[in-house]
């Protein structure tokens, strides 16, 4: 494929701070000895890693702002153009060694993503998006599932965890879900959940409390990749309500009246 210079720089700018974050993953499995240890090893890899995207995206675009998970909002000349980025997302799995973890970068102009990527620096899965370009991984062309009904369907999840969440109204709707579809996965990287949907490996997906760095590159991932992404009420203001479910059209749909019934 060919990649526009925007783009490359996004792919240049999540390749470096994705080697960071493997030399600390290597570096996990030795340290768990104490939660106070590798909880502050695992904080210490995630600012470095956003500052090396940082550095790097202001570099070649000095003007734009950020919208940053740990840095919060950094405003820019340009108020058009603004980076989001998560540094690590999938914190949980990259402190218990399990590498399903991310990098998830987007370009948005006026608030809609026009560029996006997400790396997996753990497998070297790189998923990249423009806007009207398609959606690719490692340059392979990616469409969503087929699928057309939920019984045969595997449909991912955010589960909300320790002081997280509507827990009560989260198990209605993972009982309606569980009675109408083949499987359920939660894999704990919303940002590659959303890719796995782009690629079809998912038929579906749904989490509450999401950011706009959880979701921002996901969402352009699937879009072009021929898919539908709204907010539980089935419109596009995920930001404001941080609720997110997306699949094809029909599994879309489907899933959306699913989770009315909870």
């Given at each position: 494929m060919a990649r526009s210079a925007l783009l490359n720089v996004m792919v240049q700018a999540v390749r470096k701070a994705g080697r960071g974050l493997a030399r600390d993953f290597g570096e996990v499995e030795n340290l768990q000895v104490s939660m106070k240890g590798p909880g502050d090893f695992v904080s210490a890899a995630d600012r470095r890693s956003e500052q090396v995207l940082f550095d790097e995206l202001k570099r070649?675009?000095?003007?734009?702002?950020?919208?940053?998970?740990?840095?919060?909002?950094?405003?820019?000349?340009?108020?058009q153009h603004r980076w989001v980025v998560d540094p690590l997302d999938?914190?949980?799995n990259f402190l218990h060694s399990i590498p399903i973890f991310s990098i998830s970068v987007s370009l948005e102009r006026n608030g809609v993503p026009i560029a996006g990527v997400v790396f997996n620096p753990a497998t070297d899965e790189l998923y990249t998006a423009e806007r009207g370009a398609g959606a690719f991984v490692n340059d392979r062309r990616l469409r969503v599932s087929a699928r057309r009904d939920m019984p045969e369907c595997v449909i991912g999840t955010g589960v909300p965890h320790l002081g997280r969440g509507n827990h009560p109204r989260y198990l209605n709707e993972l009982r309606q879900v569980m009675a109408n579809c083949a499987g359920i996965r939660r894999l704990g990287s919303a940002a590659l959940d959303l890719c796995y949907v782009a690629a079809g490996k998912l038929d579906g997906f749904w989490e509450d409390d999401l950011n706009a760095w959880d979701t921002s590159a996901g969402?352009?991932?699937?879009?072009?990749?021929?898919?539908?992404?709204?907010?539980?009420?089935?419109?596009?203001?995920?930001?404001?309500?941080?609720?997110?479910?997306?699949?094809?059209?029909?599994?879309?749909a489907q899933l959306l009246a699913t989770l009315r019934k909870a």
């Open positions: 070649v675009r000095p003007s734009y702002g950020f919208l940053m998970e740990e840095r919060g909002e950094v405003a820019g000349e340009d108020e999938g914190t949980a969402w352009l991932m699937i879009k072009e990749a021929g898919g539908f992404v709204t907010d539980k009420a089935g419109k596009d203001d995920m930001h404001a309500s941080r609720t997110l479910v997306a699949g094809n059209e029909a599994i879309h």
